[in-house]
C-alpha cells in the first residue's frame, strides 16, 4: 500500500508519523518551498486528545521532544473586561501526566516537531493541481509539473482544499461574519509589566462593548533569544532540546500573542488586504476606551508578525461514497477557533485514519468507510459547537441587545467567580470536554 498525503499541516505530518511506523508507504506533498516557509500561526492548544494521540503516532523519543518544547503551563484561565477588571479567574489545576495534560504550543514549534524524522518523506515545493482515479490506484498532478501514483490519497491541505473541492464540489464552507487580527510581540520588562500577574501566567479573554474580543496567551519556552537551551531545566528535558535537529530551523521566542475580533461592519472593507502596521492602527482604531496597557501592546506589537484572518465554517454535509480518495482535518471540517478544538480534531482524524490503513492492509474492508462515517459525525459536531462561539449572528454584536447581553453574561460570570464550588464545576466541565475520547485514540505501532 502506498498514501499520497496533500499536505504538510499538524493532521498531515502526524499521519505520515503512524503509517511509517507501521510500515505503510507514505509520501507528503507540501506546498511550501523550505520547511520554515508560511506563516502558521502563533499558539495551538494541544488538549488530552490531541496529545493521546501524538503519543499513539509519533515515536515515543519525539513524543518526548514534543512534551519538552512545549511552552510553560498556563495557571488560569481569564474573562476580563476592557479596562482590564476581573470578571472570572479559574486556576487551571497542575497536570504532570505528559500525556493527560494542556499543553501550549507554538505552531510553528509544532511544525517543526512533525517535521521532525521525515526527511525522506516529506516533498516541498509540490503545489497539488488536481487528481485522477483509475482503477484501485490515484494519481496526484503538481504544478511543477510532476505527479505522483498511490492507492489512497489524502487531502490534508486545509481550509482551502483543492483536493476536497474536486472530490466533493457540493460541500460548502460560509463565512461567519467574524475577522480577527492576530499580532506578536516580544516580552521584555514592558511588555511583562503591562499585564496583570494572572494574565501572564494564564490564556485571557477580554470581553468588551459591540462583540470585541480579544485573546491573549502568553508564551514561555526553556531556550533563550538567541536560540540557546536555558541550563539546569532538567535533565532528561533539557538533553531532549539540546539533540533536537528541529530547534536550527524554529524561530520561536518568548513572546505574548494577541487576536482581536470583531464583525466585519466594525472593520475597514479592505481588512484582508491590510498588513504591518495598518493591522496595528485598525485595532486601536476599534479600541479607543480601552485600558491603557492594552492599547500599549497593540502599540508594542511586532508589524511584520500582523496578519487578518477571515474566520470561515464548514457546512456539515452527509457521508459520501468512499474511494481511494478521502480526507481529513479542516480540509472536510473547517471550524471556528471557538472552541479551541480544531487541531485536536485534525489529529483524531488522523490516529483513526491510520488505524483504518492498518485494517485495510490486514485484508479488512470498509476501514475507511468506517473512518469517514465516524470522522463525519464528531468533526462537524465540532464544527457546529465552535460556531456557536464565533459567528455574527451573536446578540452581542448588536448595537443595543448586545451590551444588554455582555452585562447579563458578566453579572453570571462574576457571580460565578465569588462561587468557588459552581467555579470548579464550571472548570471541571470546560475541562472534560477538551479530554473525553481516551480509548479512541489509544492505538499501538
Not at 480577527?180 to 514592558?190: H, P, Y
Not at 519556552?221 to 539533540?243: A, K, M, P
Not at 483513526?352 to 473512518?371: D, F, K, P, S, W
Amino acid at each position: 500500500m502506498k498514501v499520497l498525503v496533500i499536505g504538510g499541516g499538524t493532521g498531515g505530518l502526524a499521519l505520515a508519523h503512524g503509517l511509517g511506523r507501521a510500515g505503510i508507504e507514505v509520501e507528503v506533498f507540501e506546498r511550501d518551498a523550505l520547511r520554515t516557509d508560511g506563516l502558521h500561526g502563533y499558539r495551538v492548544g494541544i488538549d488530552p486528545d490531541g496529545s493521546r494521540a501524538l503519543h499513539s503516532l509519533l515515536p515515543p523519543g519525539l513524543y518526548d521532544t514534543f512534551v519538552a518544547t512545549r511552552a510553560r503551563d498556563p495557571k488560569y484561565f481569564n474573562m476580563l473586561t476592557e479596562d482590564l477588571k476581573e470578571v472570572l479567574s479559574m486556576e487551571l489545576p497542575p497536570v504532570t501526566d505528559p500525556v493527560e495534560s494542556e499543553k501550549s504550543i507554538s505552531r510553528m514549534t509544532l511544525r517543526q516537531v512533525l517535521l521532525t524524522g521525515l526527511d525522506d518523506v516529506v516533498r516541498f515545493g509540490k503545489e497539488f493541481t488536481r487528481f485522477e482515479q483509475h482503477g484501485d490506484q490515484v494519481t496526484a498532478y503538481f504544478a511543477d509539473g510532476t505527479q505522483a501514483t498511490g492507492d489512497l490519497l489524502v487531502g490534508a491541505d486545509g481550509s482551502g482544499s483543492r483536493v476536497r473541492r474536486q472530490y466533493l464540489p457540493h460541500a460548502q464552507t460560509e463565512e461567519t461574519g467574524i475577522v480577527a487580527i492576530a499580532g506578536k510581540l516580544a516580552i521584555t520588562a514592558e511588555s511583562k509589566a503591562l499585564v496583570p500577574p494572572k494574565v501572564f501566567e494564564g490564556i485571557t479573554i477580554v470581553n468588551a462593548p459591540r462583540g470585541l474580543a480579544c485573546i491573549l496567551h502568553v508564551m514561555e519556552f526553556q531556550w533563550d533569544r538567541d536560540g540557546n537551551v536555558h541550563s539546569g531545566i532538567g535533565g532528561n528535558t533539557e538533553e531532549l532540546i539540546r539533540r533536537w535537529p528541529g530547534l536550527q530551523f524554529d524561530n520561536t521566542r518568548d513572546y505574548i500573542n494577541w487576536g482581536l475580533s470583531a464583525t466585519k461592519d466594525k472593520l475597514p472593507a479592505n481588512i484582508m488586504a491590510l498588513r504591518g502596521q495598518e493591522l496595528i492602527d485598525v485595532a486601536l482604531k476599534l479600541t479607543p476606551g480601552w485600558h491603557p496597557d492594552l492599547r500599549r501592546l497593540f502599540e508594542l506589537t511586532d508589524p511584520s508578525t500582523c496578519f487578518p484572518v477571515n474566520i470561515w465554517t464548514s457546512v456539515p454535509l452527509e457521508p459520501w461514497e468512499t474511494t481511494n480518495v478521502t480526507l481529513l482535518g479542516d480540509a472536510i471540517h473547517t471550524m471556528t477557533p471557538g472552541r479551541g478544538v480544531g487541531a485536536n480534531t485534525a489529529l483524531r482524524d488522523a490516529v483513526n485514519l491510520c488505524r483504518a490503513l492498518i485494517e485495510v492492509r490486514a485484508g479488512q474492508t470498509g476501514a475507511v468507510r468506517r473512518y469517514e462515517v465516524k470522522m463525519i459525525e464528531y468533526g462537524f459536531d465540532a464544527v457546529l459547537k465552535s460556531r456557536a462561539q464565533m459567528t455574527a449572528a451573536d446578540p452581542v454584536h448588536k448595537p443595543v441587545v448586545g451590551r444588554l447581553a455582555l452585562a447579563g453574561m458578566r453579572t453570571a460570570m462574576r457571580a460565578v467567580n465569588h462561587l468557588p464550588p459552581v467555579k470548579r464545576r464550571m472548570r471541571d466541565s470546560m475541562l472534560a470536554y477538551r479530554g473525553a475520547d481516551r480509548e479512541e485514540l489509544e492505538l499501538t505501532l
